[in-house]
């Protein structure tokens, strides 16, 4: 079976880092999109950061553009999200996220939830001080 596992959340003060991973099986990962979600408690779950397949072409979503930077090892099959500059706001459950379709404008994905394929279980981000 296909499986997304994330991994790297945790408890962070304000100005910190952290760096998610998520481990694709099942799967060969270089035929698919990848994206990084947030969905904080009473909030719709929000695309961050999403990235093609080859990791030529990136997307960010205002709030954390120049703070994270999503990445790829199609190798491993692992894609990451390197959080710096952590702000309490950035609080939410994170979702690694797969979708099969190769799409001409990446933030595609990002922004219509319907074109993922595949979710992971989610992994816990806390930005307090």
């Known amino acids: 079976q296909v499986e997304l596992v994330e991994s790297g959340g945790g408890l962070v003060q304000p100005g910190g880092s952290l760096r998610l991973s998520c481990a694709v099986s099942?799967?060969?990962?270089?035929?698919?999109?990848i994206g990084w979600f947030r969905q904080a408690p009473g909030k719709e779950r929000e695309g961050v950061s999403c990235i093609s397949t080859s990791g030529s072409s990136t997307y960010y979503a205002d709030s954390v553009k120049g703070r994270f930077t999503i990445s790829r090892d199609n190798a491993k099959n692992t894609a990451f999200l390197q959080m710096n500059n952590l702000k309490p706001e950035d609080t939410a459950d994170y979702y690694c996220?797969?979708?099969?379709?190769?799409?001409?404008?990446?933030?595609?994905?990002?922004?219509?939830?319907?074109?993922?394929?595949?979710w992971g279980q989610g992994t816990q981000v806390t930005v307090s001080s």
């Open positions: 099942g799967v060969t990962l270089h035929y698919y999109t």
């Open positions: 996220a797969a979708s099969r379709l190769s799409m001409a404008n990446i933030q595609t994905m990002c922004i219509n939830l319907r074109t993922v394929d595949y």
